[in-house]
């Protein structure tokens, strides 16, 4: 088992290098300079755009760029071009905002996609289980973006209250606890939004393995025992039916910062999807790059993960 | 079963605690119930966030937003956009004029040039009436000794692949005797008027070269670009501007600190200085010294000619006590920075641009990363304090998101796109205001090809175009016919100017006579060529979009081919506008008051990377350009700029087709509040002043519990 953990965490570093380098390069294969240098600004003249080049390395070759942004990087240097700022603290503070949500949708996602796959599982074929295979698909297809879009003008609509960013602006004079329920309330509909795409596909995925173990013998035979229908589907057949799923907890990780991004935008939600989002838009390649460093670790920690995990939950694998 | 019953209850439960924070919040309706500080607090939207809150640094529109509330300058603009003194009480602007001996140069008599010859035929003539009259004249002039002064030259000097070299070269100059002149006001025709005295052509041939000594050995190339620069550096005949300012007494930084001209100079230094990479060094860069002639009066004086410079001074002033190399250096050291960083530390890396502390209106207190930036007014400002308590700043990327948050109330003001435009003019619940915006949309051509050289030929293609159903039509009435390169709110738009007309048959009756005639597939062809070019824009503008296929079908009909095509900004301006490569673009200006039209229409800015992209040019209009950077009497600028306008117009480089219209919808509730002299307060409706600008009297708003009648 060590051995195991050992052998794939040095293989993981050696991916993270490839990854970085690679990504390094396709950011600066992309069309498009850091914004801070501002082409359009009429006063400019090239001299300055050349010495504020210069102060960014970005005339230097790529390599030299790569070794300066890993450099930067391990002492804790690097800094934003948009605003000088250290990114290393600013991708912390955008990380805690971003939490709350994901941990919100993520167990929106949970607790009601196990719910609305087993009873359709149970009961298949019947008018409910038509209804939930329908919705889920609709709501698979239809973008995330377009149904928050509706559900915002429905809610500011019909009752008038704010629904965007973390909390409502000018309640700073409030009462604590109107205060609390103002940023519960602001979670509400950017997390049931995320969470409605991961409601659909994990109760599919839900009700195709509970279909699956439902079928196998040990069902039959716990039915033939006389056992009542409750034991054998949440007893028997739910606990075999899980181990896959187990392994999905690990591939949460990356969606912490890649999962929200739509979801951050339209909200004005000041998390690090928008982070990134805005770090493209501007060009603002130290940000882009160590996001992305940051999605590649967690990536590979995370497939490290579920396969530990599943060998944990189930028996029959061993890992060499 | 305990399981399912978990299953079902945490789900429930869950959705059911989410769902009655519901009742918690506040509506449109009550925003202030039980909340009364939110009447007090303003709160605006914004598409980006700031970035760097420091008036030398930033160049954004969210940090200038910010900056200039927080930071002020010694002037600004007022109701009728005249300059007005804020930190500066009053200023005056004077000249100082020095004529150098040229020693090559014979007086017209055939004499040679020397410093007391040249001295007293100038008194002379000035005596004997032989001179026209030199306005602002009130003393003599003096003749200066000859002196010598060492300085530094920076040359930067650019490789094949674009990459900056500097050069730093010492010089010895040997200044010769010269002629001064002092005058109240600022002549730039004054050494013209000496022409009966010094003959013609004194000013050509100067020999710099006698003068000038480098004190290294330079490469050729180092050396052609340093002698480009013999005549800034020496000039034969120099003005000098000089503006003398007087400062307000009594003003107070945020943190209790006193201005002075300290602040001033230091301010000027801060820009100049070549670390802190400031935007703002062309504005400051004509600066010759900065001196400082008690703590509240400050002189400035200027290098050469260069009339929009005092409008650099509206830039916020810096607190010395703040920045200085003392202060960086504690920072410094406070902050525990590795080796590296330290080495580079310099103004841009300091706190300051993310706690300013400035003079203005309003302090800074919070700044969340693209979440607000929170502001509070300043109770000693010097005018006395805002009524509005509190600002805040929102970054909402969305504009459908901002227009959402401004209908529930958690933001008092909103910019109506021109096809919502409507629905809030119908609208009880808030003001609107309309006003011309800054900007213009256009088609430009590329005056360097052949097709387009003309300017029959591009005057025929925009009379193709029916600007006023592409107003009506397009932007939904939100627009005006603009024909010239000026705002037209500003006095240097001449306004009887006509806009072309919709005339098709007159546009192919002009291109007939040019010898187009009309081929059997309905193009116009001329030489076995047809009338055919590419009309390109860049990508995420509708309005462009739609304004080029406009285009493309109203040349049709006249019988011109023109083929568009949409490119992503990036690659539009590098592979297109930048490098000259193209036929014709749809695209805007965004401007400021500044008459100066130097970058956009000069010829001499018509390289790559420049801003006169379609290659203008027109010797008369570069030389109107150059007398209005050269001009500080306002009167005289603004004939020249009519003159301008109108050259231009008839040339015809772009089609200039609209200027955009903005709308800004505000909650009804919001008031201008003015005192009654006997402490009455009174309420007045919001108005917009020259400019279009609806919040120069923001510092007098608030939003009241209920709606005023007006």
């Keep these: 088992m060590w051995n195991f953990i050992i052998r794939n965490v040095a293989q993981r570093l050696i991916l993270l290098v490839i990854v970085s380098f690679l990504a390094h390069s396709f950011i600066h294969l992309a069309p498009g300079e850091p914004s801070e240098v501002d082409p359009m600004n009429p006063r400019m003249k090239p001299e300055d755009i050349a010495k504020i080049r210069a102060a960014f390395h970005l005339d230097d070759p790529l390599y030299m760029q790569y070794v300066y942004w890993v450099r930067d990087l391990a002492t804790g240097e690097l800094k934003s071009f948009k605003d000088s700022q250290p990114v290393l603290p600013k991708i912390w503070d955008r990380f805690l905002n971003s939490l709350p949500l994901f941990i919100l949708a993520t167990i929106l996602i949970w607790t009601w996609a196990f719910p609305t796959g087993i009873y359709g599982a149970v009961h298949r074929g019947g008018a409910y289980d038509r209804l939930t295979v329908f919705s889920s698909y609709a709501l698979i297809s239809v973008p995330g973006f377009f149904l928050s879009f509706l559900a915002i003008l429905w809610v500011v609509g019909w009752f008038g209250v704010p629904v965007i960013s973390i909390k409502t602006f000018g309640m700073e004079h409030a009462e604590p606890i109107y205060q609390a329920m103002d940023r519960v309330w602001h979670l509400v509909i950017p997390s049931i939004m995320a969470a409605i795409g991961g409601i659909a596909i994990l109760s599919r995925y839900v009700r195709s393995q509970m279909l699956e173990v439902l079928g196998q013998d040990y069902v039959r035979t716990a039915r033939a025992k006389g056992l009542k229908e409750d034991t054998v589907i949440y007893g028997h057949a739910l606990g075999n039916a899980l181990l896959p799923f187990v392994t999905m907890f690990g591939l949460l990780l990356p969606g912490l910062i890649g999962g929200s991004v739509i979801f951050e935008q339209i909200f004005a939600w000041p998390g690090l999807g928008r982070l990134a989002f805005e770090a493209i838009l501007a060009r603002d390649f130290p940000i882009i790059m160590t996001l992305n460093f940051i999605v590649a670790v967690l990536t590979l920690l995370g497939t490290l993960l579920s396969d530990i995990l599943y060998a944990v939950v189930d028996p029959r694998i061993r890992l060499h | ?710």
Excluded: C
């Design chain 2, 1 to 710: 079963m305990l399981t399912k019953r978990l299953l079902l209850l945490i789900p429930l439960v869950l959705v059911l605690f989410l769902l009655q924070s519901f009742f918690w919040v506040p509506t449109y309706e009550s925003q202030s119930v039980g909340n009364p500080g939110r009447l007090r607090t303003y709160i605006e939207a914004s598409i980006g966030d700031a970035k760097i809150l420091n008036p030398i640094l930033n160049a954004d529109a969210a940090s200038s937003n910010i900056v200039s509330r927080v930071f002020e300058g010694l002037l600004d603009l007022d109701e009728n956009l005249n300059l007005r003194g804020r930190l500066a009480t009053e200023w005056s602007i004077t000249e100082g004029a020095y004529l150098l001996v040229n020693p090559h140069h014979r007086f017209p008599d055939g004499h040679e040039v020397t410093g007391p010859q040249l001295f007293q035929r100038i008194t002379q003539a000035l005596k004997a009436g032989l001179i026209q009259e030199m306005p602002g004249m009130t003393r003599p002039p003096e003749l200066l000794p000859a002196g010598q002064r060492m300085e530094k030259v920076s040359i930067v000097l650019l490789d094949e692949q674009g990459k900056p070299r500097i050069v730093e070269i010492p010089l010895r100059v040997e200044v010769p005797e010269r002629v001064a002149f002092y005058l109240t006001q600022v002549d730039q025709d004054l050494f013209n008027r000496l022409t009966p005295v010094l003959g013609e052509r004194y000013f050509e041939h100067f020999p710099y070269e006698e003068f000038i000594h480098p004190q290294e050995t330079v490469d050729q190339e180092v050396e052609a670009s340093l002698k480009k620069k013999y005549p800034e550096i020496l000039p034969a005949g120099e003005h000098n501007p000089t503006i003398l300012f007087r400062l307000r007494q009594g003003v107070k930084f945020h943190d209790g600190h006193v201005f002075d001209a300290g602040d001033v100079k230091f301010t000027y230094e801060s820009i100049m200085n070549p670390k802190n990479l400031s935007p703002r060094t062309p504005d400051f860069e004509p600066i010759k010294h900065v001196e400082i002639l008690d703590p509240f009066t400050v002189r400035i004086v200027y290098k050469r000619l260069y009339s929009p410079a005092i409008n650099a001074w509206t830039m916020g002033i810096l607190p010395e006590h703040l920045l200085n190399e003392a202060a960086l250096t504690l920072e410094k050291e406070k902050r525990g920075l590795s080796e590296e960083a330290q080495k580079t530390f310099g103004m841009r890396e300091s706190q300051f641009n993310r706690h300013p502390i400035g003079s203005g209106t309003f302090q800074f207190i919070e700044w969340q990363g693209d979440e607000f930036i929170h502001l509070r007014r300043f109770e000693d400002y010097w005018e006395g304090p805002a009524q509005y308590q509190d600002f805040y700043m929102r970054i909402i990327p969305e504009l459908f998101t901002q227009e959402v948050e401004f209908r529930t109330g958690a933001v008092d003001l909103y910019g109506a796109q021109p096809h919502q435009v409507n629905r809030y003019k119908n609208d009880p619940t808030y003001q609107w205001f309309s006003s011309l915006a800054f900007a213009y949309t256009y088609i430009g051509y590329n005056n360097r090809k052949p097709l387009f050289a003309e300017p029959m030929i591009r005057t025929a293609l925009g009379m193709a175009i029916n600007v006023d159903e592409i107003i009506e039509y397009l932007v939904y009435g939100e627009g005006e016919r603009t024909t010239g390169p000026y705002p037209k709110n500003t006095e240097w738009y001449d306004p009887s100017i006509q806009p072309l007309p919709y005339d098709p048959q007159g546009a192919r009756d002009i291109l007939e006579s040019a010898g187009w005639k009309m081929n059997a597939d309905g193009w116009l062809e001329k030489n076995g060529k047809i009338f055919e070019f590419n009309l390109i824009t860049n990508n995420g503008n509708p309005i462009r979009k739609n304004l080029m296929t406009i285009a493309q079908n109203a040349w049709k009909k006249i019988g011109v081919k023109a083929n568009t095509q949409v490119f992503e900004w990036a690659v539009f301006l590098n592979d297109f506008v930048n490098t000259g490569d193209f036929d014709a673009v749809v695209l805007g200006w965004g401007m400021t008051i500044d008459p100066d039209l130097y970058q956009i229409w000069h010829s001499s800015q018509a390289g790559p990377q420049q801003l006169n992209f379609v290659g203008y040019n027109n010797p008369r209009v570069d030389e109107i350009i150059v007398r209005i950077r050269q001009e500080y009497d306002r009167d005289r600028q603004e004939q020249l700029t009519h003159e301008l306008h109108r050259l231009i117009h008839e040339d015809q480089p772009y089609t200039f087709l609209y200027a955009p219209l903005s709308t800004r919808v505000l909650d009804k509730k919001i008031v201008l509040v003015e005192e009654g002299p006997d402490g009455q307060e009174e309420y007045k409706k919001i108005f917009p002043i020259k400019s279009g600008d609806i919040t120069f009297y923001f510092h007098k708003w608030r939003k009241l519990e209920f709606t005023p009648n007006f």
